[in-house]
């Protein structure tokens, strides 16, 4: 402002902000050499990656064995999940693919970034090297359904927008129906067979949506003006605060029968995942607690003087804003919870890591693993990254931080 | 501290002995008010902020509250809406008594717009949703009814073309005119303001006044906490002076203004009119 030329006061044109363009010296000159400390800090960056990565490079193109991984590809995929069923899984991803598609159109239509994600992924997927053709062949339907739901939100965007809804609110239990069975139509498969990067994934797919609206209802509780709502609300939250996963899980798997009669037996992934739901619940409360107290009070005011009653001003004025202003911490604990998952392997399910594990038994993969561990932790990085970044993008999209 | 002299001339008592099935129709006619605050007492902790607040307002009158700040004015103003409870007395509003019953708060609400000092508008819905909000989920008017109100509203308040705009996008006094055109959705028999205008910058303060003058020319029974001496001037039935949780004098304005009978009126006008 301050060191505009006079004459951009006098003309009156509409002029454009000035833009920067640098060389890529020009570039490398202003951020990395510009002083002699930043030149120093940038060589001993520079130094440090190398003596990191060389090595590790070295190892990951030379001398490592990826033999193990591709030959247990299915396994860290899906677990012991059968091979004849597993197009049920593809028929979920697909479904996924085409909803994402018509999100991207109807809600983000000016977005390339959204449209390279959800097709380039899938394609390069296709072209890795190890796969079956079956797999190859479904990440090529997948890109082909993601274009068919961006072709239809881009067609009819107003009369998608319904469908959308609905997509996204059945989504969750087409999924779980998908995955379990059900009776005469679908094979049901146990969920002692479910494992690997599906396991994970839905331990934290449900721990979340299960948990958000109970955390929601905890929260509000928590506010009650019922002294006993208000009560078991806050020892619930506090307690289960004080407490680490691996303890509410010793728990879901050791106490939960207690409660239980005799009769029904609860299988060990219900039982983990209710492990995960009562933990996580608390935290969403907490969550969402954050986002309600920064609700102004005039806020509740004006809609009680308008007449509404109480669920309704919680409804449709305070959680709207609460949850909007949330978004980045649920997507942070989300995000977590993803990570956390790892910690039911110590219970003896067979998720990712619990996959590994079992995979570096077998006698003919002694030793490998340098191998096992860096694809796993590669998936949770890939995952958790992706994330992170949709996350940030959802944040733009929303305005979260303007009034 | 002396007494608060104002008289009211209406008890409770006339008003909820009257029959119920007549009630409505002597409130119609002004034999009745439809706003009656007798003896109000309120305290936070132990600060007596309301000291028996007595006031009566008549279907179609204008009536002006003003007053040092502190004084308790919006507290009053607030409990007349139940915003605030208070903790003796009697108030009487279009025939309900105000009391802990939850379905007359909400009676009770449904018959009062209120605009406040700080807008209060929903940031998330726009300004179209804003003002169709409460009569949809609470009068369950069909959406198109409620658009059609909310349209007609914002041309009364000269914003027609802001509809599908977000509050944050509009100015101070937009989005105030925006907040008295959602109270008035809700078709309410009182419109309550709490220094509508004292949020504002000085060039938007008359757009806000034109509107309300507008509506108290049109029959709309008011009851405005405000320092805007000039609308009193214009548009008051009557006014009263509220100093330390009292109401001090009251009466139309040509007597405050000209003839103030109490010391402190004369003290604090000639501070706020210079
Ligand atoms: N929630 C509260 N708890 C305790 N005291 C309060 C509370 N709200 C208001 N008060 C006190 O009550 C008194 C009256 O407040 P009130 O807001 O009604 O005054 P006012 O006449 O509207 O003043 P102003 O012109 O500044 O708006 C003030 O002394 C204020 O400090
Ligand atoms: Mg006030």
Redesign the interface.
Known sequence: MMNREPEQYTTGEVLAPPTERYTVLGWLKKNLFSTWYYTLLTLVTIYILYIVLKPTLIWAFTQAQWQVVVVNLRLFMVGQYPADQVFRIWIALHLLALTAGLAWAIWLPRSRRTGAFLLLIPLALAALPFISSFSRINWILFAVFALAGWGLGTWKPQAMRRPLLALLLAYFPILILLILGVQPILKIVKTNLWGGLLLTMLLAVVGIAVSFPLGILLALGRKSELPIVKFFSIIYIEFIRGVPLVTVLFMAELMLPLFLPPQIVIDNVIRAMAGIILFEAAYMAENVRGGLQAIPTGQYEAAWALGLNGFQTTFFIILPQALRNVIPVLVNQFISLFKDTTLVAIVGLLDLLGIASAVLAQPEFLGKQREVYVFIALIYWVFSYAMSYASRRLEVALGVGER | MREAVVKVKTTPEQILGTPEEHRADAIEKGKLPIVLAHEVHKWYGNFHVLRGVSLEVFKGEVVVIFGPSGSGKSTFIRTI?R?EEYQKGKIIVDGTELSRDIRNI?KI??E???V?Q?F?????LTVLQNIT??PI??RKWPKDKAEEVAMQLLKRVGIPDQANKFP?QLSGGQQQRV?IA??LA?QPKIMLFDEPTSALDPEMIKEVLDVMVELAESGMTMLVVTHEMGFARAVADRMYFFDQGQIVESGPPEQIFTNPQEDRTKLFLSQILH
């Open positions: 809406n915003l909400e609400r449904m009062t717009g209120m406040f700080q209060n508008l929903f940031p998330h909000l409460a989920q609470v944050g907040a959602r109270a809700m």
